[in-house]
């Protein structure tokens, strides 16, 4: 079975440009989340969705941050315009159920962005 | 709310010796406990969860956890290491469907042939 995709799994691009990262989660699953990982600051949660529906984006750092899902099979996270602190590792991850996070996550391979 | 902290960003261990990584938490409701495992250059892994019930939790590869309500306690286990398990290891704690789940820092563990 499929897991979780993401793409690109490396972008490298100068401060100022609109960078969007995608995401299919796994067919079935009805919850899905971004995340950020950095050195410094650990795994973050950004935003998550249920049933397609934006659920929280209390962890979106700032409004350069944006992120959709037109439907069930699909999500994008958008940064315009990005900075050289954006950079980091971002995850997709998906999971079945009611919603929530007491559900086991299934994540992608992850995003690994360089903004110069 | 819920916290986690795990002791040790590092941990060597030799192969074929027992493997320890060490979490607490704090939930002020009973929690769901995971551990994730990462690869490099992969994403997270689930070995195991603790939801209800029997408080010895069997994972993938080897490992288990114990939940000890009385020590706030969700320590990661594993007989004898292997090379393959070099890694990262999160733990992460949740309460009620509604809250976020948190993750530890991580521990990385080496293996020493």
């Known amino acids: 079975d499929a897991g979780v995709i993401q793409s690109p799994r490396h972008e490298v691009t100068e401060m100022g440009q609109e960078v969007t990262l995608r995401c299919k989660p796994i067919s079935g699953h009805n919850s899905l989340f971004w995340y950020r990982q950095t050195m410094m600051r650990g795994l973050e949660l950004l935003i998550y969705f249920n049933n397609n529906v934006p659920i929280d984006d209390s962890g979106m750092p700032e409004d350069r941050f944006s992120a959709k899902m037109p439907n069930a099979s699909f999500s994008t996270l958008k940064i315009q315009p990005s900075e050289p602190r954006d950079s980091a590792v971002y995850f997709c991850?998906?999971?079945?159920?009611?919603?929530?996070?007491?559900?086991?996550?299934?994540f992608g391979d992850g995003t690994r962005l360089s903004i110069l | 709310a819920q916290s986690v902290t795990q002791l040790g960003s590092h941990v060597s261990v030799s192969e074929g010796a027992l493997v320890l990584l060490r979490c607490n938490y704090s939930s002020s409701v009973p929690p769901y406990l995971f551990w994730y495992v990462q690869y490099p250059n992969q994403g997270l892994q689930l070995l195991l969860k603790?939801?209800?019930?029997?408080?010895l939790v069997k994972g993938i590869n080897g490992f288990e956890a114990e939940f000890k309500k009385s020590e706030t306690s969700f320590h990661l286990t594993k007989p004898s290491a292997h090379m393959s398990d070099a890694a990262e290891y999160f733990c992460?704690?949740?309460?009620?469907?509604?809250?976020?789940?948190?993750f530890g820092k991580g521990t990385r563990l080496h293996i020493l042939p």
């Open positions: 991850a998906s999971s079945s159920g009611g919603g929530g996070f007491n559900q086991p996550q299934h």
């Open positions: 992460a704690v949740t309460g009620r469907e509604d809250d976020k789940i948190i």
């Open positions: 603790y939801t209800t019930g029997a408080t």
